[in-house]
DNA sequence: AATGAAAATGAATATGAATTCATTTTCATT
DNA sequence: AATGAAAATGAATTCATATTCATTTTCATT
């Protein structure tokens, strides 16, 4: 499966989601599958909770039954839909994000790299499905753990990457830095995904660009 | 009333929030403010949707049908809330963000007495209507846009008191990075309220001397 | 094409909290 | 202390979706 794409089957992963029932027909694969991409492009335009199963069974087509022979209940649904998220954004990193990659970018150009990667996974067409695990982080499952995995992941290989390649390097001060650097990025961006009404958006490019200058900023490559 | 006060009683600005009922017995004030106040700490603890009225009711010690003289129903209820909270939280703004005040602080304190108090209007006892508030953002009636106004306010005051205080000024520029810093001051604060999992927390000093530090990097007073 | 398993159907039911309201109690004024 | 208005009471009702299930249809294997 591609980061951006809806035509490949989601078979490999869903199977093992909890509450996801059995496809063992191209029918109810097809169905299911529908279903996951109806909900991920829903979710950009409303809540997950303004959406009903009668209404989510008619447009795709067939019947309230169906979503319950696919899936356990209305919350396996949204499981699955974050584990598809969830499954293309760390396509999206892995592919992205490897320590060789940021050291041949080298400190400055690898900041602007995380900068885009995590701009680009919050605006991509999963979107929704982020907002609306953002929406519900406090509720028991934690819908939001999976993403600060995958960002644990990210640090990690930057950590690894950069060391040594700060100007007076103190191994200490450098990772921490670099933390906050992180935690303003997402920070920033989650409140993007919340928000339409600030000055620098996602919409256009100004929020990337405002980030990059600040983080350059942070780590101290603001002039050069 | 006072910043973290909650013996003064909400007389002034409750009647006339849109379905709380008039309240014309020294008791049903009292009722009254004894919901909201159990409100507003009880939401520091858990999500108002697991709240019902029969468990406030009985933590106020009274009934259900009192909650209903008091209020038109539930979402008058926590706009009850919310007015509240955003009262006490301009008072602290109005106390603080004055241009003479800046002026005096320059810009160098000026930009950490913003953090300070941002920080402090998310750790105080409104922090669980703040959190409940950005959680349902998205809901018909916005229950964030009062925050965003009184964010417009901070931040005019700001442009006002810093114009041609940074070196080689360029007002636009300057209005620009200011934004940018307030966007991001309130991200990371924001992302703080939802999350408990970061390296840098509200819980101890280490989120508010991460935002300055990152502030005045940006505003390139890093090593002054 | 026969067969049994899998899946789909959608009207009927279950669920759970918000809200109502007939009645009782308290307040404030005389 | 009598009186009418205001407020409190809490069992009963409403309401909106999620979910079920008896029945029908489709699939895949022989």
Redesign the interface.
């Known amino acids: 499966m591609n980061f951006e794409d809806k035509d490949t089957p989601l078979t490999g992963f869903l199977e093992n989601v909890a509450g996801v029932l059995e496809a063992n027909q191209a029918r109810s694969v097809r169905i299911r599958d529908s279903y996951i991409n109806a909900g991920i492009d829903l979710l950009n335009e409303e ?1 997950l909770g303004h959406v009903t199963i009668p209404d989510l069974a008619t447009l795709c087509g067939c019947s309230v039954g169906s979503f319950y022979t696919r899936f356990k209940d209305k919350e396996a649904y949204f499981r699955a839909l974050r584990v598809t998220t969830i499954h293309a954004c760390n396509m999206e990193i892995d592919r992205r994000v490897t320590v060789e990659a940021l050291k041949k970018l080298g400190p400055k150009k690898g900041l602007e790299e995380l900068v885009d990667l995590m701009s680009d996974l919050f605006t991509s067409r999963y979107r929704g499905v982020l ?1 609306e695990s ?2 519900r ?2 509720e028991p499952d934690d819908p ?1 753990a999976p993403m ?1 995995d995958s960002a644990r992941g990210i640090m990690a290989n930057y950590h690894q990457a950069f060391e040594n390649a700060f100007e007076g390097y103190k191994p200490k001060e450098a990772r ?1 830095r670099l ?2 650097c992180f ?2 990025i ?7 995904l ?2 339409d ?4 958006s996602t919409k256009d490019k100004s929020l990337r660009n ?1 980030l990059r ?2 983080v350059l ?2 780590m ?1 490559f ?1 002039d050069r």
């Not at 997402?186 to 993007?192: A, H, M, Y």
């Not at 009404?197 to 620098?200: A, E, L, P, W």
């Open positions: 809540r907002r953002l929406l982080i406090l939001w600060r921490r933390s906050f935690q303003m997402v920070g920033v961006l989650q409140n993007d919340v928000n009404y600030h000055v620098f405002g200058e600040a900023h942070y101290n603001g």
